[in-house]
């Protein structure tokens, strides 16, 4: 059974950081794309970031360009966000999302397994 268990949500000033992770059981995620999505109130489900199995491939939603950075531990199983100059606008339920994809090369980032998601909330 898959599960991928998202943590380190919560409450930050405008400008601060926070660092989402997703811990997985149940999938490796060294053979695995593993990425983000936020949905804000209101708001479809949107992507912020993917990155490919070895994590040497990284793609990011504009909006988050520059600010956000995903990365892995493949040894921990676990995939990381690092989120800096939150705006108010990041305020959104983040899921972390797992696709069975063996490449470097993600055209599309399609998800087989989803996490339940974290609150993020900004205050301005």
């Known amino acids: 059974q898959v599960q991928l268990v998202e943590s380190g949500g919560g409450l930050v000033q405008a400008g601060g950081s926070l660092r989402l992770s997703c811990s997985a059981s149940g999938l490796t995620i060294s053979r695995y794309a593993m990425g983000w999505f936020r949905q804000a109130p209101g708001k479809e489900r949107e992507f912020v970031a993917c990155?490919?199995?070895?994590?040497?491939?990284?793609y990011y939603a504009e909006s988050v360009k520059g600010r956000f950075t995903i990365s892995r531990d493949n040894d921990k199983n676990t995939v990381f966000l690092h989120s800096n100059s939150l705006h108010p606008e990041d305020t959104a339920v983040y899921y972390c999302?797992?696709?069975?994809?063996?490449?470097?090369?993600?055209?599309?980032?399609?998800?087989?397994?989803w996490g339940v998601g974290t609150q993020v909330t900004v205050s301005s």
């Open positions: 999302a797992a696709e069975d994809y063996y490449s470097d090369n993600i055209l599309d980032f399609e998800p087989d397994y």
């Open positions: 990155d490919s199995y070895s994590g040497k491939s990284t």
